[in-house]
């Protein structure tokens, strides 16, 4: 018989756990397009039953997707144990559009499925198959708590789940046999012999500043000024926006599509990053919405996104588990011109790489891992009071290549970020094989007027790739 095993999230893992309520699931999703035809059976059904296989065959590449949360005894720290009554058909579902199965109705659909919180009892993550699209398609929507995973290695599962060529063959899934969950009693030991062990840890520490006294000193100088920058920012707060207010249990999605190369064409003319296009584009939108849509005074108003850094090594591709630090960028909305936009993001930019700046929210994060979860508890409350940005911008590379679901292409995907606190708006962007999606997910409320605001994205690159492509040399 194995020995009992569990895994400890870390406290930026718990912290997901902590900001969840009832209202507002903290699930990162997706949402694929993909070929129906070849999923079909020869009945003209699509077979649900081949695809819940298939994704039982690739699980014992992604274990975290069979294990559920337990907790230690006292402290109440939140563990992963292997989960004895797993079933992958509880977890991949099915759904269907109504006629004519339009994209504004997945939309709806898809903000419906992301509204539903997961089953803590049960692992957390969902696979929903939605029949019915128009074209021919199907989509996926896939939903995975943020306390597994993180937007880096979200990409990274996609290519689990999927494949560079078309494949007809399901692999037999394997017989899984989980490992026993640990006693309270051997939880708690755990739990002693860490908190025994901090001490040693900081002596360790210790040892390498005097080890390399120059070189820590450094390092420690730039962690300190970057912890200092950012909690002078937290206490720099932004102008409150329509969508800052508390939020409800209702989500809207609307996204749209451009090529990575239009993003491309713009940063080259410019010399700009392929993010610095993405958050100037943004500035443009959101000021021509919040002044058109709202009636909002931009002119001296300060509108902060946190854009999330991920700080995940080489060595910790692949892995599960959040490596994320993060920038605070104040976007130019009341500017008019799209290429001064763009240079004052890219200076702001270049000032946070040249400052070492997610150096601060990572050092934070590493604190807290001993403190335990009483600052993040704070947090949590004092999110719901207020937040030190607007909106959360994230950009996720993903693959260049197609990828297939068996023998069904993947045509479109599209990322969903959670919303919390009085964060009423979120923008989440992914790149695949040569298209660009930006997808924004919006309490339903707070922003029912979302698809103009998508418009307004539109209109601002366009206004952007144009003043771009007057200034490229002959």
Known sequence: MSKPHYDRLTQLDNSFLIYEEQHSGMHVASTSI????????????????????????????????????ARTPMEGHPVWVDDPSFNVRYHVRHSRLPRPGTERQLKRTVGRI????????????????????????????????????????????ISTLLTEEPTEKVDTPTEWTPRPAPSQIELGAGEVSRALRA???????????????????HHLAERL?????????????????????????????????????QIREVRRATGATVNDVVLATASGAMGRFLKRNRGVDIDGARFRIMAPVSVRSRNDQGDLGNRVS?????????????LAQLAEIQTQTRKLKESKRALGAETLT???????????????????????????????PGPRVPLYLLESRLLEIHPHVP??????????????????????????????????????????FEKLRRAAAGRRPA
């Open 199 to 217: 001490p040693l840890a900081v002596g360790e520490a210790l040892r390498r500043l005097a080890r390399d006294e120059g070189q820590a000193r």
């Open 114 to 157: 992301f509204s539903q919180i997961l089953d803590r009892g049960k692992p957390l993550w969902e696979l929903w198959l939605i029949e019915g699209l128009e074209g021919d398609r199907v989509a996926l929507v896939s939903k995975v708590h943020h306390c597994m995973v993180d937007g880096i290695a979200g990409a990274e599962l």
């Open 326 to 338: 993060a920038w605070n960028v104040d976007l130019p909305i009341a500017v008019p011109d799209p």
């Open 34 to 69: 993909h070929e129906a035809a070849p999923l079909r059976r020869d009945d003209g059904a699509i077979d649900l039953e081949r695809i819940q296989e298939y994704v039982d065959s690739r699980l014992d590449l992604i274990p975290r997707y069979r294990q559920r949360l």
């Open 225 to 261: 000024r970057a912890f200092g920058q950012l909690v002078a920012d937290g206490l720099d707060t932004p102008t409150p926006m329509p969508f800052n207010r508390p939020i409800g249990p209702y989500r809207r999605m609307d996204w749209t599509t451009m090529t990575l190369d």
């Open 419 to 460: 919303l919390m606190g009085t964060l009423g708006l979120g923008l989440a962007l992914f790149s695949y094989a040569g298209s660009f999606s930006w997808c924004y997910s919006a309490d339903w409320d707070l922003v029912p007027d979302l698809h103009d605001l998508v418009r307004a994205t539109e209109d601002a």
């Open 366 to 396: 590493q604190g807290i891992e001993w403190t335990g979860s009483g600052i993040l508890s704070l947090g949590a409350r004092l999110m719901t009071m207020g937040s030190p940005f607007n909106m959360v911008i994230t950009n996720v």
